[in-house]
């Protein structure tokens, strides 16, 4: 019976379970979908192992509804009534398929369509295309994906047909259908006509165009005139398909028009055959001023400033020679006047003034009226006038005094400073004034040019000397210079002067002076002489040499701290002072060793700002160069291990080391180096524990030290320290003494000997005779760490100890024996004769052992009444004593219960026997020999280094039980 009526709208999994079953005579049965659904999982495993109550029959059905795709073309591209535009030039328009996505991801879905031809535009214009046939196409749209491009080539109408999936078929949805276009290439009818004068003949063209496409459309045309190149121009035509343009050429000859490219909204660049169109022309004559143009009134102005005429440049076009008709009107008067057979198209008309005017001045206005060609031909002119303003009022000039003197027009200005010379103007500004520099008389005269605003104005003089007014202009005319007012002169005021002192050192070609050498740290100053309107400022520069404190060669504080200070302003420092005296004297640096140069930059004084000075002189020094000595430096040179130090015994020299002392020195030799050998507990002030020596004559920058034993020896035992005291090199130069800060530190100028007591070695006990297993001690004497050498049966070795005990475990037989005991590295040494010293050498015995019955473990019956014998075999060396013990037989109990136990001593022999007469275990418990003695395990016997050491014996009754 199928289930119709059920609708499945939503997509997802349905499961449908049947609950009852109802006949026609009312009976209803009650159906469970899990008939076992109270039993537990054990008991429903157990069921269907069994096969109990298994039924085919179903009562749940599962559905699984699917969705349906929905897929139609791009609403945004494909519009009813909008059909999409297809160009001729283009290889397609894409088509876009838009769909809701597969949620599912079933797999992808085949979408149908097809394609409707419009052949209407078919093999018609350009780059027309062929006749297309109805075709159908199946597009692929993958479940992940909403959008499927796809390009088409052919106008027509495209139309989805249907969808299909998977599982079931989709839904085509609005727009389903997509019309597409052609578009053909714009088109151009141009047609030509000429436009006649009637006295001229043609003077132009007309070209009437009408268009096919889209506006707005451009039409790309050339004109070509006569003896020219080709011009290209457009014609833009924004919203309509008929255009008319007229050509007016202004030249002579023939002159041809030609279209050739056609573009609107769609295509650009459609070629055009034409149509060209050539025609000789003869344009009307016509006349005009060149004047400027006047912005703020625009007018064409020009001016006159002296005499009866004016002249005036009037341009031609057409064909000449012309015949020009012009009149010239001053207030209430109007003359005309005709200038005939003008041949150049550039004429300079000359107009009379008027008397009225050119007394006094005024304003001409001069109109061209009219004109007539070669041909006869005239014409009225309608162009700009020209207006003549006629001025005859002179601008003037000349300086004008600083002071009211004879001397009043002469100015002494700062070296390098210009200065402003004041004029005074008449007439119509802006001016323009011509004027002269002359340095001094046998100079050559220089010409300058200003341009000023104002009547009250200053004219720029940048360097001393004589300058004069030559001639000025006005806006509008040439004018004069005032008589006895065209001069005015600039002198320089002295500026100040400064140098170092001619004595301060000897003169070099460079300029400089060179001061006498001077060691590190000696005070040295040398005066600087000035002049000037005091007081006078003064700038120097002191260019030092580079420095770092990790390069000092030695480790004098103060130096160290001024070099420093020195090292923070950098190589070069400035420095300025203010002196009110003609001279000053200047401390010069010496904190650094190097070449010291000091140049003075800059100086000022009360009327002049500070400069900066350029060239350097032997006659005014300004450069002072020194060189100051290093120090003479010295150092112990390092040795291979910082960490470790050279060390010696009481009563060495330093000649007992491995390795000399090495120092390493710097300045100029021969050296003289004095040291002090002091004890750590020694004070800087007290001469007991300490000795100071000197060395002379030290040729080379490294030199081994050598105090032997007899001229010094370490006393007593501690930390020592070889120190430089001071060092003096060839130039005199001498370091400051150490402080005493740092007698007692690690420094490269200090060297720490480690002075030892000489090791030695004692035994703990007095004992000779050690067993195996036991520890065998030593004390040591001195300082750590110790150095032991010992031999073992033979065999060499050493060991390096850093406490005061030396021990070693007993672990075989042999015979140890100490040889000698040095500190590290083998020093203060002391051998060990055995001969002499018997406690240095210790002899390991093995530990004894024993064996029951040749080591037999085993089970002797003993019938009742006789009795075994039992036999002990010992190793070692007699005489031994052992202690036995008699149990209950292990093999019949658990814990067996010592029924006996005996102790036997002084056995001389390697055999022992008993004789037994009862049942029970026998076993060895402690064991002596003359050396050593072991404890044997009772239970486990065998487990012991010793080997078998238990007997059982058991009754014949017994085991028979």
């Not at 000595?629 to 291979?640: D, E, I, K």
């Not at 001469?687 to 081994?704: V, W």
């Not at 320290?721 to 005199?732: G, H, M, P």
């Amino acid at each position: 019976m199928p289930l119709s009526s059920i609708d499945l709208e939503q997509p997802g999994n349905y499961t449908y379970a049947l609950e009852s079953v109802t006949d026609a005579c009312g009976n209803r049965v009650a159906v469970h979908a899990d008939r076992h659904a109270g039993l537990s999982l054990t008991q429903k495993a157990r069921k269907k192992i069994k096969g109990d109550g298994e039924s085919t029959a179903t009562y749940q059905q599962s559905v699984v509804v699917h969705t349906r795709r929905n897929v139609a073309f791009d609403s945004r591209q494909c519009r009813p009534g909008h059909p999409l535009a297809l160009l001729r030039n283009a290889k397609g328009i894409e088509l876009t398929m838009q769909s809701s996505p597969d949620l599912e991801q079933g797999g992808d879905w085949d979408v149908k369509i097809s394609f409707e031809p419009d052949n209407s535009a078919a093999g018609k214009g350009l780059w027309a295309r062929e006749a297309a046939k109805p075709t159908e196409m199946q597009l692929s749209l993958p479940a992940h994906s909403s959008r499927v491009p796809f390009t088409v080539d052919k106008p027509g109408t495209y139309r989805i047909d249907d969808i299909t999936g998977p599982f079931c078929a989709g839904e085509v949805g609005s727009p389903w259908t997509c019309e597409v276009v052609d578009v053909p290439p714009p088109t151009a009818d141009i047609n030509f006509s000429s436009i006649e004068d009637r006295c001229a003949g043609p003077v132009g063209v007309k070209a009437m165009s009408v268009l096919t496409g889209n506006p707005p459309f451009q039409l790309e045309y050339e004109v070509t005139k006569e003896g020219r190149h080709p011009e290209r121009k457009v014609r833009t035509i924004f919203d309509q398909t008929r255009d008319e343009l007229d050509f007016r050429p202004d030249v002579d000859g023939a002159v041809t028009y030609k279209f050739v490219k056609l573009h609107d909204s769609n295509y650009r660049g459609i070629p055009l055959d034409g149509p060209s169109f050539t025609q000789v022309f003869h344009p009307l004559s016509s006349a005009e001023f060149t004047a400027p143009i006047r912005a703020h009134d625009d007018r064409a102005v020009m001016q006159s400033c002296s005499g009866k005429q004016a002249e005036a440049d009037v341009r031609f076009s057409g064909a000449g020679p012309w015949d020009l008709t012009y009149s010239v009107r001053a207030a209430d008067s109007v003359e005309t006047k005709v200038v005939e057979g003008i041949t150049q198209s550039l004429h300079t008309l000359k107009i009379d003034i008027p008397k009225s005017v050119a007394a006094s001045g005024g304003l001409v206005t001069v109109s061209l009226v009219k004109i007539r060609d070669a041909r006869g031909c005239e014409k009225s002119l309608a162009t700009r006038d020209l207006n003549v303003e006629v001025r005859r009022v002179q601008p003037s000039v000349g300086f004008l005094p600083i002071k009211a003197d004879k001397a009043g027009r002469h100015l002494e200005v700062l070296q390098g400073k210009p200065a402003k010379l004041p004029i005074r103007l008449s007439g119509q500004g802006p001016w323009h004034v011509d004027y002269s520099w002359k340095a001094n008389e046998s100079a050559e005269e220089v010409d300058l040019t200003a341009s000023v605003q104002n009547v009250d104005a200053e004219l720029l003089a940048e360097h001393p000397g004589l300058y004069k007014i030559k001639q000025i202009r006005d806006n509008h005319c040439p004018g004069l210079v005032l008589q006895g007012q065209e001069d005015f002169r600039i002198s320089v005021r002295p500026q100040p002067h400064v140098q170092f002192a001619n004595d301060a050192g000897e003169s070099a070609r460079n300029g400089s002076l060179i001061r006498a050498p001077v060691c590190r740290g000696q005070p040295d100053s040398v005066d600087i002489v000035m002049s000037g309107h005091f007081p006078v400022d003064v700038e120097y520069e002191h260019i030092a040499p580079s420095w770092s404190a990790s390069s000092e060669p030695e480790a004098a504080a103060p130096l160290a701290s001024a070099a420093h200070e020195v090292s923070l302003h950098g190589k070069r420092r400035k420095t300025a002072f203010t002196s009110a005296l003609g001279s000053t004297n200047l401390e010069l640096s010496t904190a650094l060793p190097g070449w010291h140069t000091y140049v003075i930059n800059s100086v000022g004084d009360a009327v002049y700002p500070p400069s900066r000075l350029q060239e350097f002189s032997t006659e005014s020094p300004r450069r002072l160069e020194q060189m100051v000595l290093p120090l003479p430096g010295a150092s112990f040179a390092s040795t291979s291990s910082k960490h470790r130090k050279p060390s010696l015994c009481v009563g060495d020299g330093l000649n007992r080391l491995e390795s000399p002392p090495t120092l390493k020195l710097q300045g100029q030799a021969p050296f003289t180096v004095s040291f002090e050998v002091a004890h750590a507990g020694s004070s800087s002030t007290s001469s007991a524990g300490s000795y100071r020596f000197t060395r002379s004559g030290i040729k080379t920058n490294e030199y081994k030290l050598d105090l032997g034993g007899k001229e010094f020896a370490f006393s007593s035992k501690g930390l020592w320290s070889v120190r430089i005291v001071q060092i003096t090199d060839a130039n005199k130069c001498e370091t400051a003494p150490m402080q005493d800060s740092k007698r007692s530190g690690q420094d490269d100028k200090t060297m720490v000997i480690e002075v030892a007591e000489t090791a030695d070695i004692a035994p703990v006990s007095t004992r000779e005779d050690y067993c195996i297993g036991e520890m065998v001690e030593f004390s040591l004497q001195g300082s750590p760490p110790w150095t032991v050498s010992y031999e073992f049966n033979g065999k060499s070795a050493q060991a390096a100890v850093t406490t005061a005990e030396f021990s070693r475990v007993a672990e075989k037989p042999g015979v140890l024996t100490i040889k000698s005991v040095a500190h590290q590295q083998n020093q203060c040494r002391r051998d060990v004769d055995a001969r002499v010293s018997q406690d240095m050498v210790k002899t390991i015995h093995d530990l004894p052992n024993v064996r029951i019955s040749e080591g037999n473990h085993f089970v002797e019956d003993l019938r009742e009444g006789n009795q075994a014998e039992i036999i002990f075999n010992f190793k070692g060396v007699p005489p031994f004593s052992f202690t036995y013990q008699r149990t209950e037989p292990v093999d019949t109990h658990a814990r067996p219960k010592v029924l006996e136990t005996n102790t036997v001593s002084g056995i001389l022999e390697k055999k022992y026997s008993i004789w037994a007469a009862v049942e029970g275990t026998w076993s060895v418990t402690w064991l002596q020999d003359r050396w050593c003695q072991v404890s044997l395990d009772f239970h486990s016997g065998a487990a012991t280094p010793l080997g078998k050491s238990r007997l059982a014996i058991m009754n014949e009754a017994h085991s028979d039980s």
